[in-house]
């Protein structure tokens, strides 16, 4: 006893097996169950990913037809969750609220939370992949004053979302469908990403045999951080900062100043020491998207293009193996199809949240299961005598 690693952000500690995703940062690979992200964004969509993520496996037709449906059936949610909503603020940000209204669904869904009972297990994980959309897209409608939008179970998951979003009762709503396949494409580069911080999180805090509604929680609240999921809104920021592509010297050199605290958003990752193969991915969507919405010279995605030139060729950037990540180019979309910043992090927990759950419910019907319980190196006092308040 007392001999443990000391490994502060877990650089080099396994904490589980997984079978789910595979990534081999050097050589900027990505693998769900083995298919390469590159495939299954360009072949596949988000609610057969999420298939494959939960299961293992790619779904045949009638697998296909069954998941599609037991996920729609859920979509709504319990109409008491509309107090909630109208408990906060309406200038919180989306992701405070969305992290309050996942909790509360553990006060909800009393028939899904006997985590002993795979079947139970199995309807907390559809409830989560059916109901996120909703929340989230009902946090949006909050945050503009417009009424709730129930969903739409003939449309596919993508399409529903954004109606969710932006439709509103006074005028007729057609989603587009070159967006909703952007914003599919959006939630598959996004659903799972094996051992980061939110999912291990998620791991973490199920390891205690927590209800699974507050464990997607707390995965949600960890993703908010500017360092994880939070990035895609601090990139985009960022860019519009630079604004012109004049000014990327300048912010170049702060980013590899030390005593500045600037980072260049969208760059680096724990993993990856070459490109993110989802930003390549992203990068050339956004160059769609814009054209598909007829946007010419969009200054934001050419500070992007520039910014990501000039750091590539940069000795500062090239030493340290830093490449742009997902959340470079994602911002550009999601501004584009007209979500505002603060709604970038919510996005991302709608499509991470089948990652954390398939990642949860490995590690439950995980034999080897353990509570959490990382070790410390102490550095605090030694053992001292109490003195009484008058004496100090
Ligand atoms: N801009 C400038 N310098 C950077 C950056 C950056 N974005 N990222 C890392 N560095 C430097 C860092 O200062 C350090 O330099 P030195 O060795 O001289 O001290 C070196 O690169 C290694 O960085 P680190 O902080 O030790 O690396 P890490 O693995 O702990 O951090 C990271 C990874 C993603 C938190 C970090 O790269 C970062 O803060 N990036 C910006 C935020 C971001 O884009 N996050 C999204 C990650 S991908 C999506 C997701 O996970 O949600």
Redesign the pocket.
């Known amino acids: 006893t007392g001999l443990f690693t000391y490994d502060p952000?877990f650089?080099s500690t396994a904490a589980c097996d997984s079978a789910i995703t595979y990534i081999d940062g050097d050589k900027g690979e990505l693998l769900y169950r083995g298919y390469p992200i590159e495939q299954l964004a360009d072949k596949s969509n988000f609610l057969e990913v999420c298939y494959l993520l939960l299961y293992g496996e790619l779904p045949d037709q009638a697998q296909m037809a069954d998941f599609d449906q037991r996920v729609t059936r859920h979509t709504m949610v319990h109409e008491q969750m509309h107090y909630f909503y109208r408990g906060f603020r309406r200038d919180a940000h989306p992701m405070a609220v969305l992290t309050g209204v996942v909790g509360a669904m553990a006060a909800f869904y009393h028939d899904s939370t006997d985590i002993n009972d795979p079947q139970q297990r199995e309807i907390a994980s559809i409830r989560m992949i059916a109901k996120l959309p909703t929340l989230a897209a009902m946090a949006y409608k909050y945050s503009v004053g417009q009424p709730f939008v129930y969903p739409r179970n003939d449309l596919d998951y993508a399409s529903n979302f954004l109606h969710m979003c932006f439709a509103v009762p006074a005028e007729e709503y057609k989603v587009d469908p070159e967006i909703a396949r952007a914003m599919d494409l959006i939630f598959t580069l996004?659903a799972d990403?094996e051992q980061?911080?939110?999912t291990s999180t998620v791991r973490l805090s199920g390891s205690s045999d927590a209800n699974p509604f507050a464990c997607i929680a707390a995965g949600v609240a960890c993703?908010w951080g500017?360092?994880?999921?939070?990035?895609?809104e601090?990139?985009l920021n960022m860019l519009r900062q630079i604004g012109t592509v004049d000014r990327i010297p300048e912010y170049i050199r702060r980013?590899?100043d030390?005593n500045d605290p600037?980072?260049?958003?969208?760059?680096?990752?724990?993993?990856?020491k070459n490109y993110?193969p989802r930003a390549k991915v992203m990068q050339a969507t956004a160059a769609r998207v814009l054209d598909i919405l007829g946007v010419e010279n969009n200054p934001t995605l050419q500070v992007a293009k520039e910014l990501e030139r000039i750091a590539l060729e940069d000795e500062?950037?090239v030493?340290?193996?830093?490449y742009p990540?997902?959340?470079?180019y994602s911002g550009v979309i999601l501004d584009a199809i007209g979500f505002p910043t603060s709604m970038f992090t919510v996005l991302?927990a709608v499509a991470r949240t089948v990652g954390w759950i398939s990642q949860w419910k490995e590690m439950i019907a995980d034999p080897q299961k353990k509570i959490g319980r990382p070790r410390q190196l102490y550095n605090g006092a030694t053992a001292r005598d109490y003195t009484p308040i008058a004496q100090r």
């Not at 500017?226 to 895609?232: E, T, V």
């Not at 260049?264 to 990856?272: A, D, Q, T």
């Open positions: 952000g650089t996004h990403h980061n911080a939110s993703l500017p360092a994880h999921g939070g990035a895609n601090a990139a980013a590899k030390k600037f980072r260049l958003m969208g760059f680096g990752h724990r993993v990856y993110d500062y950037f030493e340290r193996k830093l990540n997902v959340d470079f991302f």
